[in-house]
């Protein structure tokens, strides 16, 4: 199943699917926009096997949400336009939302290709509110994204989450990614192991039960 937004990276935020729902899992499905394309609003969320197409913003909310193994296409914006992925939008320190991606693809849409010479290059995420929570583990990470790697746009870099574990691919390397105090490059399993499903969003509790595959530990061993 497809749902898309048709309005174009000229007419700025323009949602293709919206989710507040607890419990929630999408399977197999594509979500096709420009700048903001997917808005996790609320609640445990779980996306497995999906295809996310966007510009600038386009995974943003305050849920508390897994993407595994997830094709990310960030897409041709408008001339110097951003790209960014993730738009994170935790605002009190005591909440329990974030997000975290494994396992998925992070690359150019066919759109984009033959003109990526012509942009900047794309961030992983930018902090939306104070103490947004994003973590990118055993994904694949493509040369479209910046080195430095996240964006601090709103002036958040100091409260925020911004974790990464066992990426790869030519834009996953960290060695000069943003020297903030709310980034960090997580090397132990002991610690990367609160991002997978069944700590971060309990999902062995209530997966099973919608009938979606999903890998509840590490996929790289």
């Given at each position: 199943m497809t749902f898309r937004n048709t309005a174009g990276p000229h007419n700025e935020q323009a949602v293709a699917f919206l989710s507040g729902s607890d419990h929630s899992a999408v399977y197999n499905c594509s979500m096709e926009g420009y700048q903001d394309t997917l808005y996790t609003a609320a609640n445990k969320q779980f996306y497995k096997n999906c295809k996310i197409f966007g510009t600038v913003d386009f995974i943003f909310g305050d849920a508390l949400a897994v993407f595994q193994d997830c094709e990310i296409f960030v897409?041709?914006?408008?001339?110097?336009g951003g790209l960014v992925v993730t738009a994170h939008g935790r605002k009190y320190h005591n909440e329990s939302t974030g997000y975290c991606l494994q396992g998925c693809t992070i690359t150019v849409a066919a759109d984009l290709k033959p003109f990526i010479s012509e942009?900047?290059?794309?961030?992983?995420?930018?902090?939306?509110?104070?103490?947004?929570?994003?973590?990118?583990?055993?994904?694949?990470?493509?040369?479209?994204?910046?080195?430095?790697?996240?964006?601090?746009?709103?002036?958040?870099n100091e409260t925020t989450f911004c974790g990464e574990y066992m990426n790869y691919g030519p834009g996953a390397s960290t060695d000069q990614r943003v020297k903030w105090r709310g980034y960090h490059?997580?090397?132990?399993?002991?610690?990367?192991?609160?991002?997978?499903?069944?700590?971060?969003?309990?999902?062995?509790?209530?997966l099973p039960e919608t009938g979606v595959?999903?890998?509840?530990?590490?996929q790289i061993l």
């Open positions: 897409r041709k914006t408008v001339p110097r942009y900047s290059k794309a961030f992983l995420g930018r902090p939306w509110h104070p103490y947004a929570f994003t973590m990118y583990m055993e994904s694949f990470i493509d040369d479209l994204v910046d080195p430095q790697g996240w964006l601090d746009t709103w002036g958040y490059v997580i090397n132990d399993p002991n610690i990367a192991k609160y991002f997978t499903v069944s700590k971060f969003i309990l999902g062995n509790q209530w595959p999903f890998i509840s530990a590490f």
